[in-house]
């Protein structure tokens, strides 16, 4: 029997460092090696090896796996989309082609038709654990979720917040009224909606010619997570951010399994893969605070202007009256789509929202 450990970060560490994870991935593997009978599987992930999270994943959260599942389970990360992007890992995991993998669910609007409800709403909590609290409350009690993602042969294992948005401009930008007729690209149908009510022109680039379309300027600015702006060097061309922590990242990061292939495992290994995730998702919290720190220190002393937003342009932002239009086009669009409890999945999303908020302010 492997040694158990009860948390993934050490007793009273204020931080979670790359020194920090280094450190208990090598007592992981001091206490728990892998056995030779165990079942290497193979995760994806488009992210680039060296972002932040990737690092976590690979020093603390798969060594934990392994601890935890006795040595039975043992992760191969491929990194850097060489199996395939954000949008192919649906049908990657789901088809058994890899047996665990990483993806947005804004990437997914179609496919994910009830979770794209996160984007109805811009503003939100700006504290890790709150955010963490809205997220696995909308997948353990709007039905329609735990739905999607059994028709697509998916298991949700561990859900990881983005570092908020952030606006990376070729130009100067202190305030919403700067976007005014400036081209700015973001993720999704709705994110390009809020530009657009905003004065922006909306564009929509593929991820991987963001860099080239704001060197070029075929775009003046893009609207995304700020750790993407930074992993992806978005700074350079465009060294001019305004961001607010408030101005989240609605739709989360969500690691799912092949669910074929999870459910065939003993229910002692499953326990311990969703006790490692769940551990992994308390631990992270310190790292995306860590890591936003240092980004914020590494981009100003390269020059990069970084101003937060005022409380008025948050609250343009997330103008109640234009998100009631937006969130009845949602129901609208989305039960012409199949999803027959539209207006149950915006009610519950609500409820839980509103919960979120009280629960922040105490």
Known sequence: ML???????????????????????????????????????????????????????TDTYFP?????????????????????????????????????????????????????????????????EDQMYFYRQAYERIPAFKAELGKRNLELIMISPLLHLAFASKEPISELSGLEGKKFRAGNKWLLRYLATSGASPVSVPWADIYISLQTGVINGVLTNYDGIDNMKFYEPAPHLLMAPDLWMASPMIHVANKDYFDGLSPEV???????????????????????????????????????????????????????????????????AGLEDAQSVLDLAMEIYSETLTRSQN
């Open 3 to 57: 040694v158990k450990l009860n948390k993934l970060l050490p007793p009273g560490s204020a931080h979670t460092t790359n020194r920090n994870a280094r450190m208990f991935a090598l007592a992981l593997s001091l206490i728990s090696p892998t056995l030779v009978n165990a079942d290497v599987i193979q995760y994806t992930a488009e992210d680039p090896a060296i972002c932040a999270k990737c690092q976590f994943l």
């Open 64 to 128: 934990a796996v392994e601890s935890y599942t006795d040595g039975d389970i043992s992760i191969q990360p491929l990194f850097g989309g060489l199996i395939g992007t954000h949008h192919e890992t649906v049908e990657l995991v789901g088809n058994d082609v890899v047996k665990f993998g990483t993806t947005w669910v804004g990437a997914h609007p179609t496919v994910f038709i009830a979770q794209s409800i996160f984007d109805l709403f811009p503003i939100g909590p700006n504290r890790y």
């Open 270 to 336: 499953q326990d311990g893969w969703i006790k490692a995730s769940l551990e992994a998702e308390d631990a992270f919290g310190e790292v995306m605070a860590t890591e936003r720190a240092k980004i914020i220190q590494s981009q100003t002393a390269a020059g990069v202007t970084i101003t937060e937003m005022s409380e008025e342009d948050l609250q343009s932002w997330g103008d109640p009256d234009s998100l009631t239009e937006a969130r009845t086009l949602w129901v609208e669009e989305a039960s012409a």
